[in-house]
């Protein structure tokens, strides 16, 4: 089955260390994103990635890095400088805007629920 | 600016009535118009999605939305209720070019 997987499901960490969070697609779609979501605050943009080896800060990219090396793939790093780091994330994937979908309607990973001890 | 605007936090009905889930977006043009379902701790599904055409669209799970271009709007409706639909109801747009957008979402509780 096609689809998208986040890992793990729920993270600890504690103040001051890096934690990565893991975004794997199958659905050979070209663009992913990572959100951010707080309650009563919907989802918030933090990095999107359009094709392999370039992305893009989003709205709240500050204290978070990404990489984009396989198309497949789009880890997300929640660094010591993001200050509030608790939340539910969420990656995406869509089909290239412009492609043979241009809608851009985006497909949702199972999310990853981070915590800081 | 672009924004989608979700003006209801929180919906309560009784399981067998009616629903509609309001939507209001503010763009330079016509978006491109979803809503998203979520249940608590996943992911968000799509139900439905508006590009052109019809104004109004059908879903799964029984949804359906109505595009209004004279109000801004694309509000998500139901003719009747079941219980398994309590959700969070998120309301989303993109423009070519642009990024996606989504509302705030709207929590809907179904009573017996």
């Known amino acids: 089955d096609g689809g998208i997987t986040q890992s793990p499901k729920y993270l600890f960490r504690k103040e001051g260390q890096n934690v990565t969070l893991s975004c794997e697609q199958n659905?050979?779609?070209?663009?992913m994103y990572w959100y951010r979501q707080d309650p009563g605050q919907g989802l918030r943009l933090i990095y999107y990635s359009q094709i392999v080896n370039d992305f893009q800060k989003g709205d709240i990219a500050e204290g978070y890095s990404v990489s984009r090396e396989k198309k497949e793939s789009f880890p997300l790093t929640v660094t010591s400088a993001q200050k509030n780091p608790t939340a539910f994330y969420l990656c995406?994937?869509?089909?290239?805007?412009?492609?043979?979908?241009?809608?851009?309607?985006?497909?949702f990973g199972p999310g990853t629920r981070l915590t800081v001890l | 600016a672009q924004s989608v605007t979700q003006p209801d936090i929180h919906i309560t009905v009784s399981e067998g009535a009616s629903l509609e889930l309001r939507c209001n977006y503010s763009?330079?043009?016509?978006?491109?118009l979803f809503w998203y379902v979520q249940s608590p701790g996943q992911g968000l599904q799509l139900l439905l999605k508006?590009?052109?055409?019809?104004?109004l669209v059908q879903g799964i799970k029984g949804f359906e939305a109505e595009f209004k271009r004279s109000q801004s709007s694309f509000n998500l409706r139901k003719p009747s209720v079941h219980w398994s639909d309590a959700a969070e109801y998120f309301c989303?747009?993109?423009?070519?070019?642009?990024?996606?957008?989504f509302g705030t979402g709207t929590s809907l509780t179904v009573i017996p």
């Open positions: 659905l050979n779609h070209d663009a």
């Open positions: 995406a994937s869509s089909p290239l805007a412009g492609g043979p979908n241009r809608y851009n309607e985006q497909f």
């Open positions: 508006y590009f052109s055409g019809d104004t």
């Open positions: 989303a747009a993109y423009a070519p070019g642009n990024q996606f957008y």
């Open positions: 763009y330079g043009a016509t978006p491109y």
